[in-house]
C-alpha cells in the first residue's frame, strides 16, 4: 500500500494512493497516520479496508496538496556518514559504527512544500536519504528480526546548514533542524511491498542538474543493522522514522562546495517510493 496524508499543512487528512493513480480519502475511518494508527494494527486495518474497495472513501482531486505521508513523529533519528564516498568527501573519517543525531520534528514537511533559508545561512545543503517508519514499539531488537518492526519506506531530504552545523560548536542538532528541513514522501510504501530496502537506487538533481546518484546497497550499515543498533539506546515508538544516510555529491562534498540559494529547485528519489520536489526560498 501506498499511504498519503493530503490537504493544508497542519490539517492534513489520511488517504491512500491506489494502484490506478487514485488518491482515496480514508478519513471516515481513520484518523491520522501517527503513532496510534500504527500502534494499534491500523495498517492492517488499512488493508482489509483498501480490499474491500475503500467503502465511504471519496476521490482526491490529483492537485490537493500532499503534507509528510505520517503524522509527526516523536522522533527523527538521523545516521550520519552512513555511505563510504560521502564520508570520504568530507574528509572526517569512516565511521566504524554508526554516527546518530536527532533532527527537530518541527523541521518536518511535506514533499513539495519549499525549503525555507534560515536567518544567517550561508551553507543550504541537500542530502537524498531512505527514511524508514517504525510500526510498532521497538527496544533492544535483535538485527535477525529488526526489519520485522518497519512498517514501511519513503523518500526523504535531510536539509542542512552547514555553518551552523560545522562552525558554531556543539552538536549537529542545530545545522539540521531549521522549519522545513526535514520533507519527506510523497507517500508511505509499506514494507511489504519492498523485497530488500537495500537494492534501491537513491538520487538527487539540483536545477535538474543530477548531483548524487548511487544505490542504498552501498551503505555501511544496513537497515536491518540501524534499526537494530539504535533501538540499543533509545525506544523506538510506532511512526518513529530513521533518515539512513546519505550518499556523495552533496553540496559541502564539492570542490569548490555549491550551496543551495534562494529560487534553486531540488528534486530526490528513491527508487519505488516517490520523488520530492523543493524550491528553495529566503525567509520572509
Not at 487528512?13 to 481513520?30: K, N, V
Request: negative net charge; aromatic residues 10%; proline residues 6%.
Amino acid at each position: 500500500m501506498k499511504l498519503i496524508r493530503f490537504g493544508e499543512e497542519g490539517r492534513e487528512e489520511p488517504g491512500i494512493l491506489l494502484a490506478d493513480g487514485r488518491r482515496i480519502d480514508a478519513s471516515g475511518e481513520f484518523q491520522d497516520y501517527d503513532e496510534g494508527f500504527f500502534a494499534m494494527g491500523g495498517l492492517e486495518a488499512l488493508a482489509v479496508w483498501v480490499e474491500d474497495g475503500c467503502p465511504g472513501g471519496a476521490e482526491v482531486h490529483p492537485l490537493v496538496r500532499l503534507g509528510p505521508p505520517v503524522a509527526r513523529p516523536s522522533k527523527i533519528v538521523c545516521i550520519g556518514k552512513n555511505y563510504l564516498e560521502h564520508a570520504k568527501e568530507l574528509g572526517e573519517g569512516i565511521p566504524t559504527e554508526p554516527a546518530l543525531f536527532m533532527k527537530a520534528t518541527s523541521a518536518w514537511s511535506g514533499p513539495t512544500d519549499d525549503v525555507i533559508i534560515p536567518r544567517g545561512s550561508s551553507k543550504l545543503d541537500y542530502e537524498v536519504e531512505l527514511a524508514v517508519v517504525i510500526g510498532r514499539t521497538a527496544s533492544y531488537v535483535e538485527e535477525t528480526e529488526s526489519l520485522d518492526y518497519v512498517a514501511g519506506y519513503s523518500t526523504f531530504c535531510d536539509f542542512s546548514e552547514r555553518t551552523f552545523q560545522k562552525e558554531m560548536g556543539g552538536q549537529w542538532t542545530k545545522g539540521k533542524s531549521a522549519d522545513s528541513f526535514a520533507p519527506m514522501g510523497p507517500w508511505l510504501v509499506t514494507a511489504d511491498e519492498i523485497s530488500d530496502p537495500q537494492k534501491l537506487r537513491l538520487w538527487c538533481k539540483v536545477n535538474t542538474e543530477l548531483r548524487q546518484n548511487s544505490w542504498t546497497g552501498d551503505m555501511s550499515f544496513s537497515v536491518r543493522q540501524l534499526v537494530s543498533y539504535v533501538t540499543r539506546f533509545m525506544t523506538l515508538l510506532p511512526g518513529d522514522v530513521i533518515a539512513t544516510g546519505t550518499p556523495s555529491g552533496c553540496a559541502m562534498g564539492m570542490s569548490p562546495p555549491r550551496y543551495l540559494q534562494a529560487g534553486d529547485f531540488v528534486e530526490c528519489g528513491v527508487e519505488g517510493l516517490g520523488e520530492l520536489s523543493q524550491r528553495v526560498v529566503a525567509l520572509g
